[in-house]
């Protein structure tokens, strides 16, 4: 019975160095006991054999514990050791370029505050000087008014398209309707004011041009013809006499004599010249009646479709 459960525990326990070692142990065992002690049977020294063999081999698990513990432990340690040495390496190597980028960074935000804090108060400044622009107002006005007569077109196409009577959906008593027609009534008014009033900016800056070019040349002339004034740059000579007795001799002269008396002969080109503001205002006017005219129709027609 002794034998059977010796081999059934040495069964997968070890094989090679532990074998040897288990039957050198015996071998030493059974030696020490047939010298000091009185011999045992078999079984019990094999027993006993066992038992050392289980106290040996627990030893042997219990330091190869310890020293793959002890193993993990430094190599842990090392590892610890050898990332945190990598890292400040590391980081000593790439200061500079973190340090150039960091700089790059505070840089661009700099400007970005700089440029925000500009525009801001440029925007501001812009919005100051620009605040009674009269022009801009006025186009907004326009473009107001355009859209309010498109939003109003549009309601009366859909009517038309869908042929819808004025029913739920009345456009001659809506709010758009009333403006609409008192813009319509305004709008020849309007325009014939706008055109009026930059008529008389223009003629205004025409006749101060005239005026500063008449300041501004000391020789040089534009009426009748233009070219150096006669006797203007007469004066800057030292044969005064000798010039202008040269010049009545001139055959130059007679010739801008000629064209000019033909000029005064010419009565078309004179009613021309002091009727041609008169006829181009005329023609604005007449203009301004026939776009309303064709407005009033296409309202009619509109109206009258719906």
Request: glycine share 4%; with cysteine; charged share 30%.
């Amino acid at each position: 019975m002794s034998i059977e459960i010796f081999e059934s525990d040495f069964e997968g326990v070890g094989v090679g160095e532990e074998e040897e070692e288990a039957e050198e142990c015996i071998e030493w065992n059974l030696e020490v006991q047939q010298t000091r002690n009185p011999p045992f049977s078999r079984s019990m020294a094999y027993i006993i054999d066992y038992k050392m063999f289980i106290a040996a081999r627990r030893i042997q698990s219990l330091w190869r514990g310890h020293r793959e513990r002890k193993l993990r432990d430094q190599r842990w340690r090392a590892a610890i050791a050898i990332q945190r040495l990598w890292r400040g390496f590391r980081l000593r190597r790439q200061l500079w370029h973190l340090f150039e980028r960091r700089l790059q960074e505070a840089y661009l935000d700099h400007l970005n505050l700089m440029a925000t804090r500009i525009q801001a108060l440029f925007r501001g400044w812009y919005e100051r000087r620009h605040v009674h622009d009269m022009q801009r107002l006025t186009r907004v006005q326009t473009i107001a008014i355009e859209e309010l007569i498109y939003c109003l077109i549009q309601n009366l196409h859909h009517l038309k398209r869908t042929e819808c009577l004025p029913g739920i959906v009345s456009v001659q008593e809506s709010f758009g309707t009333s403006k609409t027609d008192h813009i319509l009534t305004v709008m020849a008014f309007r325009f014939y004011n706008g055109q009026m009033a930059s008529m008389v900016h223009k003629q205004m800056a025409r006749q101060e041009e005239n005026r500063r070019q008449f300041r501004e040349c000391c020789s040089h002339t534009r009426i009748p013809y233009a070219g150096p004034d006669f006797c203007l740059c007469a004066h800057y000579t030292d044969k005064i006499d000798v010039v202008v007795e040269n010049a009545k001799n001139d055959p130059r002269l007679y010739d801008i004599a000629t064209e000019y008396q033909a000029f005064q002969r010419c009565k078309y080109l004179k009613e021309l010249q002091l009727h041609s503001g008169s006829q181009k205002r005329e023609e604005c006017l007449q203009n301004i009646r026939d776009r309303e005219k064709k407005l009033r129709k296409v309202f009619a027609t509109l109206s009258s479709g719906a």
